[in-house]
């Protein structure tokens, strides 16, 4: 596995899962929590280690399981979570405390790697108030870094200019057809690590036709085509399967080099 050192000196995996329908009936982001750990084990054997999770999915606690069940040390994972940005959550700075808290009870762990604001509030005011809660929490060392997700350069350039404590990462939507180059160039510029989310689920037929073609003499996958991208233009990725092969096929793509040529055939499948 490759690394990032975020602006806090702190180290993430530049691959990891996510999780939103793992651990649910049917496989359905709104089923009933099975508290089934199976797709996460298999994750884990195969060597995923950064797992991205939220208050929102409802499955902090199988997150939690999976990772005592592979009886690796907690200290080799590496676990995101988010605070939702909706009222009930965060209308007080007491309401966001406590939510913390319930995620480090409902995780069963000790401190979480990676805590995010998971969409922004209504302002920026609003946004600051939420972080310095999240900033408190790593003052205890019950979070190690904070960041936020969905957040556009207005809301991070505030961010920025008042934090004690500077965001590590922003998550928000890329793919080929959607890239969001000029977010993913503000965030590098700013030191902030982009993190992609559905890299591979809201690909159009087209682009992915395009893939399948441009993925031929490399003999990999569409899938392994856009996390490769992804991560050589410095994103960090978190693709979700409930398949033991695509989980396979999607943390094998560290052995191969994309030309120049196919990396701006990539960059241009945009329409941002
Ligand atoms: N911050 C936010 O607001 C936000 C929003 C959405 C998602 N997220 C996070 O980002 C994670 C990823 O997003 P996502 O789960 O929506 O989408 P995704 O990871 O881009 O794609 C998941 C879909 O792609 C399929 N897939 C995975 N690998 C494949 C492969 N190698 N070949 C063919 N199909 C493949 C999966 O089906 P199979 O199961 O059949 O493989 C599944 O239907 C989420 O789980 C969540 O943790 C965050």
Not at 45 to 62: C, F, K, P, Q, S
Not at 100 to 107: C, H, P, Y
Not at 130 to 153: A, P, Q, T
Not at 173 to 202: M, R, T, V
Request: glycine share 4%.
């Amino acid at each position: 596995m490759k690394y990032l050192r975020m602006n806090n000196g702190l180290t993430i995996p530049v691959l990891g899962t996510g999780t939103n329908t793992f651990g649910k009936e049917n496989n359905d982001f709104n089923g009933k929590i099975t508290y089934n750990t199976k797709e996460l084990r298999s994750a884990i054997e195969l060597g995923y280690r950064l797992i991205d999770t939220a208050i929102m999915y409802r499955n902090e606690a199988v997150i939690g399981k999976a990772v005592k069940e592979s009886n690796i040390d907690r200290s080799e994972f590496f676990i995101t979570s988010k605070i939702p940005g909706e009222k009930e959550f965060v209308e007080t700075n007491e309401s966001v405390a406590s939510h913390v808290e319930q995620s480090l009870k409902t995780l069963d762990m000790d401190y979480i790697d990676l805590y995010l604001i998971h969409f922004p509030l209504e302002t920026n005011e609003d946004n600051l108030r939420v972080w310095r809660v999240l900033e408190s929490f790593v003052d205890r060392g019950l979070i190690k870094s904070i960041g936020v997700s969905n957040f556009n350069e207005d809301q991070l350039s505030y961010l920025i200019k008042h934090a004690n404590i500077k965001p590590v990462l922003n998550q928000f939507q890329s793919y080929p057809g959607k890239h969001q180059l000029s977010l993913i160039d503000f965030c590098k510029a700013n030191d902030i690590i982009p993190e992609a989310y559905q890299s591979l689920a809201k690909l159009d037929a087209k682009t992915k036709d395009k893939l399948i073609e441009l993925s031929k003499p490399y003999k990999k996958s569409w899938s392994q085509i856009i996390l490769n991208y992804q991560i050589n233009q410095g994103l960090v990725v978190i693709p979700k399967s409930h398949s033991k092969q695509h989980q396979f096929l999607n943390i094998d793509v560290f052995d191969f080099t994309l030309t120049n040529k196919d990396i701006k055939t990539i960059k241009n499948m945009n329409c941002d």
